[in-house]
């Protein structure tokens, strides 16, 4: 079974505030996907990549950088939070192909 | 725009029935369409998925039925078990090898025993 880890699992943080969100796959797996849920809009894609140091934006990127440091290792970046981006986080990993894509636990971050 | 849009938003049956979860799209590029299963508190799981090549793809008590003229498919969940309360999600994806997922809105699915 995949494994896809993120942390923190809850976050609270005050409007303007910097917050990092990580994500860690073991399963030597080519891409990841950062999504946020939102009740009404389902999961909807933020930032991804198809390997270390690559960054492609998806469709509601506004607000948030990301960074792969390593084929590990994915990070989202909200460097001033807004109330707006209170919300689930997802991030999901792929090995490419038609493989499918594995989701981790979630991030609950409320912005105050 | 919402390009892959589900019906009901909530749906409840009784233990023993089917459940019937309806899911529509607008690009016809799309090729590739995923069924994710979500339980409070987790990460969606893939449940099924159907390549647009087929017309109907079987697993277990899951059934989905793809009708490509129409854009449409839907997901049969027969002999529903409370276990099977959850949020399903329909998602499309197009041949690009981003493996870029568009997901519906999900419908929230009870099953009262």
């Known amino acids: 079974e995949a494994a896809v880890t993120q942390s923190p699992r809850n976050k609270v943080t005050v409007t303007g505030g910097n917050v990092t969100l990580s994500c860690r796959q073991t399963?030597?797996?080519?891409?990841m996907y950062w999504y946020r849920q939102d009740t009404g809009h389902g999961l909807r894609l933020i930032h991804y990549?198809?390997?270390?140091?690559?960054?492609q934006i998806g469709d509601v990127p506004d607000g948030y950088k990301a960074t792969r440091t390593t084929q590990e290792d994915f990070f989202l970046l909200l460097e001033l939070a807004s109330p707006s981006q209170t919300s689930l986080y997802f991030c999901?990993?792929?090995?490419?192909?038609?493989?499918?894509?594995?989701f981790g636990p979630g991030t609950r971050l409320t912005v105050l | 725009q919402q390009q892959v849009r589900q019906s009901p938003q909530s749906l409840t049956v009784w233990e023993g029935e089917t459940a019937i979860l309806n899911c529509s799209y607008e690009?016809?590029?799309?090729?590739?369409f995923p069924w994710y299963q979500q339980f409070p508190g987790e990460g969606p799981a893939l449940l099924i998925s159907?390549?647009?090549?087929?017309d109907k793809k079987e697993d277990g008590r899951f059934t989905i039925f793809f009708n490509k003229r129409e854009k449409k498919l839907s997901l049969h969940i027969t002999d529903s078990q409370p276990g099977d309360s959850a949020t399903y999600f329909c998602?499309?994806?197009?041949?690009?090898?981003?493996?870029?997922?568009?997901f519906g809105h999900g419908t929230i699915l009870r099953v009262h025993p």
């Open positions: 990549s198809y390997g270390a140091g690559n960054l």
């Open positions: 690009d016809s590029t799309f090729n590739y």
């Open positions: 998602a499309a994806k197009t041949g690009a090898n981003t493996g870029k997922l568009t």
């Open positions: 999901a990993s792929r090995l490419g192909g038609d493989a499918e894509q594995f």
């Open positions: 399963n030597s797996h080519n891409y």
């Open positions: 159907i390549s647009s090549v087929s």
